[in-house]
């Protein structure tokens, strides 16, 4: 009786365990689909259907970085900064090799500006080699180098995306912004001349024309 009783446990726990199994792999496939189906919603421009798909699929498989770091990328674009921090943040925590999720915890935190720790993050994302934007993070090190008033290291970070990426214009237009602040207005203008050709329409294109005026120069 002992004996049939103790296998009747084991089977119990046994037929549990299958069940978890297949529940949490059901639970997996779902949070897969929807994170497709957001990332699909996302390109057809279907921002709140997609906020919410990946909402779902982050509350599926909260052990997804993935999931976290697509979902932190979203709520920054819908100007939910300090949600899009802590989204980034749990998918860093989750996967800290990660390159291109450093790379947006950063875009985020200058965003908050908040540049001593995007400089941070931007290094750490650096030093991954499973970073797939070095020429952009670089450039937007500069920049937070450059609110920081760390002028040489914006100047060094901002020439390396350069490097890069010689066709990089935000790295030329905030290279300009760099050279003015050091008081060197010729190299600045040549800088801001490259960003006005590189796309004379775009905003960084516009932002070169005017900074060039200011500077005593048409363009």
């Known amino acids: 009786m002992k004996r049939a009783l103790a296998l009747l446990v084991s089977v119990t726990a046994l037929a549990t365990a299958c069940s978890s ?22 390109r057809q421009g279907q921002s709140s259907l997609a906020l919410s798909s990946l909402q779902e699929a982050v509350a599926l498989d909260p052990g997804a970085a993935l999931y976290h770091d697509s979902l932190g990328l979203l709520l920054l674009d819908f100007g939910r900064v300090d949600q899009a921090i802590a989204e980034l943040n749990t998918s860093v925590e989750l996967d800290p090799n990660r390159g291109d999720t450093l790379f947006h915890l950063g875009t985020a935190l200058a965003e908050a500006r908040r ?19 070095l020429d952009l993070a670089h450039q937007n090190l500069g920049l937070a180098f450059f609110h ?72």
């Open 115 to 133: 540049w001593e720790d995007a400089v941070a993050t931007y290094r750490r994302a650096i030093l991954q080699p499973t970073l797939t934007v």
């Open 148 to 219: 920081l008033k760390r002028y040489r290291e914006a100047e060094d970070a901002l020439r390396y995306a350069l490097s890069l990426d010689p066709q990089l214009q935000a790295a030329y237009y905030n290279l300009g912004l760099v050279l003015i602040a050091q008081k060197r207005p010729n190299e600045a203008k040549a800088a801001l001349k490259r960003a006005q050709q590189l796309a004379p329409d775009s905003p960084f294109g516009q932002a070169a024309v005017e900074r060039l005026k200011a500077l005593g120069d048409g363009g």
């Open 21 to 42: 199994a297949k529940t949490q792999e059901t639970r997996r496939l779902q949070a897969q689909n929807a994170y497709e189906r957001g990332l699909t919603q996302a």
